[in-house]
DNA sequence: ATAGATATTGATACAAAGTATCATTATGTG
DNA sequence: CACATAATGATACTTTGTATCAATATCTAT
């Protein structure tokens, strides 16, 4: 059983972002107004590479409403071009999404998010909701880890 | 691939709660002292079968402070008697854990929460983790569905 | 049983992560 | 340009908690 398992765990994916895409013209194709504070959020989130909190970016971006930033993260949320995902104890965090589904991983100690992407996971977890009853619409999962900059960096 | 998968998704566990522990007798184990508040919380949940919110508690438990009850279900949390999980917007929930490692699905429609324990997924987690730099520390992992209730159930 | 040490409580305030209102402003369209 | 509509931002409100701290309950030792 290990054996197999093993043969069956090949395809991992923690491939770098691919090119980001412009997300303005994403708006813009679903009918949305190119506004300048939506340009200035799309920009701003476009430069971050790791997850990031609503309030961050509304801090770093004085200028756009807190209201607006809600609204314009919601709007790529709906458009799956971020991930909104959740710390242990629940916090929120979001990042840029890859096209294809996958999941990520989060330090405990520093909070850096990783992405992985397993297609065993993936089938294995279609098989299990087969056996459940009721339609599975979807799931929710992340990984808890302490990256390897946190083991080496002393207790603090 | 697909006869192997359906040999091997062999041990998913649904079956009912066990008889329920004794909560109080838990914390006065942990050194907390049994108190009128705490016996009113816990004697409440007990009798909880499905996922619950806090201010759900408090609102029947009007004699307990508000933050009493927080901290109660926050030291249960810890004793691992309770699970904190996540409806899809992040909206906590929380319900009786089991003695042993699980995850839940949670309806979509009516919230209503079950519990599953699948030895495979956890083990390919296990190998995925393997394949990640860092010491794996946790996971997180929910399905969501619609019951089949609320699959009868004529649109709302 | 009483006293003193300590744990717990509850009222209140505060915080984080949003959402609802609604008057004002910007944008797109003819 | 004119008008309809979409978007914004200030503000208030909601939800899910946590921090303070004086008052109270519980435990322990005498
Ligand atoms: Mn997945
Ligand atoms: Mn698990
Ligand atoms: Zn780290
Ligand atoms: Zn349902």
């Known amino acids: 059983m290990i054996t197999l398992l093993s043969i069956m765990i090949q395809n991992i994916n923690t491939t770098p972002r691919a090119s980001r895409p412009d997300l303005l013209a994403i708006l813009e194709d679903q009918g949305y107004r190119p506004t300048n504070q939506r340009r200035d959020v799309v920009s701003l989130l476009e430069r971050k590479g790791e997850g990031f909190t609503v309030e961050e970016v509304s801090g770093e971006l004085p200028e756009v409403g807190r209201a607006t930033v809600y609204r314009t993260i919601k709007l790529l949320l709906k458009a799956g071009v971020l991930c909104k995902l959740a710390l242990p104890d629940g916090a929120p965090k979001y990042i840029m999404a890859r096209a294809e589904?996958?999941?990520?991983?989060?330090?405990?100690?520093?909070g850096t998010v990783g992405e992985f992407r397993d297609t065993t996971v993936e089938r294995v977890l279609r098989a299990v909701g087969a056996e459940i009853p009721g339609e599975i619409v979807g799931h929710r999962m992340e990984l808890y880890l302490v990256c390897l900059d946190c083991q080496d960096r002393p207790e603090g």
């Open 101 to 110: 589904h996958h999941h990520h991983t989060v330090c405990v100690k520093c």
